[in-house]
């Protein structure tokens, strides 16, 4: 059992950057693959960003290529979501993910065994 607490979200102009990070409980951290999914009002749930237990591997969506970049810290038990030059389109609720049995979770949600509670980033225009 994992649980996952998300921070660092709040209101930003379109441009600025925000670091997500998300703590997690539990022993085996080291051993899950980790995941960022966002959701909009009116929206369904996306994926954003995976990496794997190692940190080796990494996938993003297509917009969040060049901008963001997920990264993890297993000592502190902890994963990471820098974004860049955000648009308002990027506004959502962040939720952090963790899978339990893959190497590399990927962008299917329904891999992801644990979930935050969410974090609002929300760009202005």
């Known amino acids: 059992q994992v649980q996952l607490v998300e921070s660092g979200g709040g209101l930003v102009q379109a441009g600025g950057s925000l670091r997500l990070s998300c703590a997690a409980s539990?022993?085996?951290?080291?051993?899950?693959?980790m995941g960022w999914f966002r959701q909009a009002p009116g929206k369904e749930r996306e994926f954003v960003a995976g990496?794997?237990?190692?940190?080796?591997?990494?996938g993003y969506t297509d917009s969040g290529k060049g901008r963001f970049t997920i990264s993890r810290d297993n000592a502190q038990k902890r994963v990471y979501l820098q974004m860049t030059s955000l648009k308002p389109e990027d506004t959502a609720v962040y939720y952090c993910?963790?899978?339990?049995?893959?190497?590399?979770?990927?962008?299917?949600?329904?891999?992801?065994?644990?979930w935050g509670q969410g974090t609002q980033v929300t760009v202005s225009s």
């Open positions: 993910a963790a899978d339990k049995d893959s190497y590399y979770g990927g962008s299917y949600s329904d891999n992801y065994d644990y």
């Open positions: 539990g022993r085996t951290f080291s051993r899950y693959a």
């Open positions: 990496i794997s237990w190692s940190g080796g591997s990494t």
